[in-house]
Every structure is written in structure tokens, then in C-alpha cells.
């Protein structure tokens, strides 16, 4: 029995594990953000003008704007290549996102 054939399967094995945390964070952090920024444009706006379906719409269009965001700036999509229309891109430089890290 090789000791470095061990050692490799200890070093893999955790490898594997924190890329898996990694992507795990990202997808959390994709949801929360998508989740929050709908909620919250889409009640301001319902109360604003009493349409739910203006409402709807607006929430997921920022809901979109804030998982791209996350999206283009993880270093865990980096050479990942996505398909986005240019409606998109306008609005994301339109829009001020506020970041928030915690340490």
C-alpha cells in the first residue's frame, strides 16, 4: 500500500469539497439576492401603482439583473460563457447595485 496514494485521495477529496462549498455558496448567494430583489421591487411597485402584474414583471426583471451581477463576478464562472440579450446589459449598467460582503 503506497502512503502518497493516501495522501492524494486526502488532498482530492477536499479539493472536491471546497469546490463543491464554493459552487453551493454561489448558488445561495444567486437565490437570496434573486429572491430579496424580487420581493422588494415587486411590493414597491404594487403599492405604487396597484398592479400586480407591473409589479410581477418589475421584480423579475431586477431579480434577473441581480443574479447576473453575481453571476459575472464570481471567480467560479470566470470562462463561462452565457448568452444574454443586450436589453440586459443596458439595464445592469442603468441599474446601482448595492454590494454587501460579510467577513
Excluded at 411590493?43 to 423579475?60: D, E, H, K, R
Amino acid at each position: 500500500m503506497n502512503p502518497l496514494d493516501s495522501l492524494a485521495g486526502f488532498v482530492l477529496s477536499r479539493l472536491k469539497q471546497s469546490m463543491l462549498s464554493q459552487w453551493l455558496k454561489l448558488l445561495f448567494e444567486l437565490s437570496f439576492s434573486a429572491t430579496v430583489s424580487f420581493l422588494f421591487v415587486c411590493g414597491t411597485v404594487i403599492l405604487a401603482t396597484n398592479s400586480v402584474m407591473i409589479g410581477a414583471g418589475s421584480g423579475m426583471v431586477m431579480s434577473a439583473l441581480c443574479m447576473t451581477v453575481l453571476f459575472r463576478r464570481s471567480p467560479l464562472t470566470k470562462g463561462v460563457m452565457v448568452v444574454l440579450p443586450a436589453a440586459e446589459a443596458a439595464k445592469e449598467m442603468d441599474a446601482q447595485f448595492q454590494t454587501i460582503e460579510r467577513k
